[in-house]
Each structure stands twice: as structure tokens, then as C-alpha cells.
């Protein structure tokens, strides 16, 4: 199975500051890589597909990028309404696999 | 508007079974994989099952394989997954998500195994 690994697991930022979410994948997983956002009591929804397409009607704030097995989520500048957990999620195998999360909290 | 409603969590007794459905609408059912994610309380998120658009194909976790099927009924939009052999480690919402990219998430029902 591939294991999604993701840094830091939780995280304490101001208003306005850029954030940024890792995740490594144990074997090259191409660019089969997805980032959810799930508020406290709430269903997951899917903020980027394939490492870098932002769905219609998330923030343009929110942005993917990298390749292979090394995955960063980027917040350029941090809202109250950006808390909430985050994780990353791979589809290129079965099972499909999930980052443990990273707890964002505004400080 | 893609809406998926599930339903049929309960509680229930260790070695029981249970049936989760999945009411899709907005978009062409059939068209689409569809699968089964499952969240234990304060935990993360565990993919459970899949399935293409035409029910062919299934994947199943090692942790339900052999104890869950999933399903699907086109012509009612709808998916579902059986349960049974059920033990307290499988307490936990239950989200169906449409496509490998999970693009759209229901609400969850909770099933809770004691």
C-alpha cells in the first residue's frame, strides 16, 4: 500500500499568513494526488485534484503543486474560514490512501 | 446541483449486519465511480470501497474485505454498501464520495457497532 505522509501534523497561523501543508508519498504516485478540507462536524470536501486543479468555487488562495512523491498545499494568506483539517489523499493504486491530516488553527 | 444523501446507520450489536444507501442526484449516475469512505470518531479518513460506473469493477480495504460488498443500482441513482460480520472497529461515518477525485461528498450516516 502507499503510505501518505503528511507535515506538520497540526499547525497554529495568523490571519493573512502564508501556509503551507507537505505530503510524501512512499513510491511515485505521479500527479494522482487530491486535497480535502473538513471543518470541525462537517463532510470532506475536495479543494485540488491531480496536484494542482483548483475545484470551481474554492478560493483562489488555495494552490497545489509538486510531483513524484513530494506534495505541498499553499494557503497564500491565511482567513478565519480556512479552519478546519486537511488532508491529503492518493488515487494512483488501490487501496486508496489518506495523509493523516494536519489540524490548522489560527493563533 | 450533484446532491448525494446517505442513510441506514444504526446501531448495532457486534457480529450484526447492516445495509448503507447512497442517494445520488444532479449528475449522470452511471457515468461515474463511486465510493465508500468511513471516518471513526476523531479520527482520519479511511477509503473503504470502490466501484466503476458500470459495477464490473470493485476494490475493496483489507480491513473490510470479505465482510463488505458494495453495489450500485443504476436505473435509482443509487450505491450501496452490505455489512455484516460487523465489529466495534467499524464504528465510524460513512461518506459516500463520487469519482476517484472525491469530488463530491454526502454527509455521512454513522454506524455504530456496541
Known amino acids: 500500500d502507499i503510505q501518505m505522509t503528511q507535515s506538520p501534523s497540526s499547525l497554529s497561523a495568523s490571519v493573512g499568513d502564508r501556509v503551507t501543508i507537505a505530503c510524501q508519498a512512499s513510491?511515485?504516485?505521479?500527479?494522482?494526488v487530491n486535497w480535502l478540507q473538513q471543518k470541525p462536524g462537517k463532510a470532506p470536501k475536495l479543494l485540488i485534484s491531480?496536484?494542482?486543479n483548483l475545484k470551481t468555487g474554492v478560493p483562489s488562495r488555495f494552490s497545489g503543486s509538486g510531483s513524484a512523491t513530494q506534495f505541498t498545499l499553499t494557503i497564500s494568506s491565511l482567513q478565519p474560514e480556512d479552519i478546519a483539517t486537511y488532508y491529503c489523499?492518493?488515487?494512483?493504486?488501490?487501496?486508496?490512501?489518506f495523509g493523516q491530516g494536519t489540524k490548522l488553527e489560527i493563533k | 446541483e450533484v446532491l448525494l444523501v446517505e442513510s441506514g446507520g444504526a446501531l448495532v450489536q457486534p457480529g450484526g449486519s447492516l445495509r448503507l444507501s447512497c442517494a445520488a442526484s444532479?449528475?449522470?449516475?452511471?457515468?461515474?465511480?463511486m465510493n465508500w469512505v468511513r471516518q471513526a470518531p476523531g479520527k482520519g479518513l479511511e477509503w473503504v470501497s470502490y466501484?466503476?460506473?458500470?459495477?464490473?469493477?470493485?476494490f475493496y480495504a483489507d480491513s473490510v474485505k470479505g465482510r463488505f460488498t458494495i453495489s450500485r443500482d443504476n436505473a435509482k441513482n443509487s450505491l450501496f454498501l452490505q455489512m455484516k460480520s460487523l465489529s466495534v472497529e467499524d464504528t465510524a461515518v460513512y461518506y459516500c464520495?463520487?469519482?476517484?477525485?472525491?469530488?463530491?461528498w454526502g454527509r455521512g450516516t454513522l454506524v455504530t457497532v456496541s
Open positions: 464520495a463520487r469519482d476517484a477525485r472525491l469530488d463530491y
Open positions: 466501484i466503476r460506473g458500470s459495477g464490473d469493477v470493485k
Open positions: 513510491q511515485d504516485i505521479r500527479n494522482y
Open positions: 489523499q492518493q488515487y494512483t493504486s488501490f487501496p486508496y490512501t
Open positions: 444532479g449528475f449522470i449516475f452511471s457515468s461515474y465511480e
Open positions: 491531480d496536484t494542482s
